[in-house]
Nanobody, 127 residues
Framework: QVLLVESGGGSVQAGGSLRLSCAAS???????????MGWFRQAPGKEREGVAF???????SYAESVKGRFTISKDNAKNTLYLQMNSLKPEDTAMYHC??????????????????WGQGTQVTVSS
């Protein structure tokens, strides 16, 4: 059973930084490397939004709203996905979820492209 568990959320002031982690279990080591993964966020009353994505070749892509501030990375040896968030803004406040899909070449940028989800970690940025 594949399980994704996020951590690292919290409350920070605008301009601060946080590093989110998403630990995966239930994968064989070599198969985790083949998965595409993404970070999504959802604020109250808003739709889920794709934030950052990484595919099996470690190619990355980002939403325009976070380019230059967020960095996604994937450590296949540790079965862990990361999201480094710098220069945080109040509009970054949301529940952040990691997502995964197997046997993937290019990471989907929409939520429907993923079939494994974590429960989320809350990020709150105050002005």
């Amino acid at each position: 059973q594949v399980l994704l568990v996020e951590s690292g959320g919290g409350s920070v002031q605008a301009g601060g930084s946080l590093r989110l982690s998403c630990a995966a279990s239930g994968y064989a080591g070599y198969t985790y490397a083949r998965y595409c993964m993404g970070w999504f966020r959802q604020a109250p009353g808003k739709e889920r939004e794709g934030v950052a994505f990484i595919d099996r070749s470690q190619s990355t892509s980002y939403a325009e709203s976070v380019k230059g501030r967020f960095t996604i990375s994937k450590d296949n040896a540790k079965n862990t996905l990361y999201l480094q968030m710098n220069s945080l803004k109040p509009e970054d406040t949301a529940m952040y979820h990691c997502a995964a899909v197997g046997l993937c070449n290019k990471a989907p940028v929409v939520a429907t492209g993923y079939n494994r989800w974590g429960q989320g970690t809350q990020v709150t940025v105050s002005s």
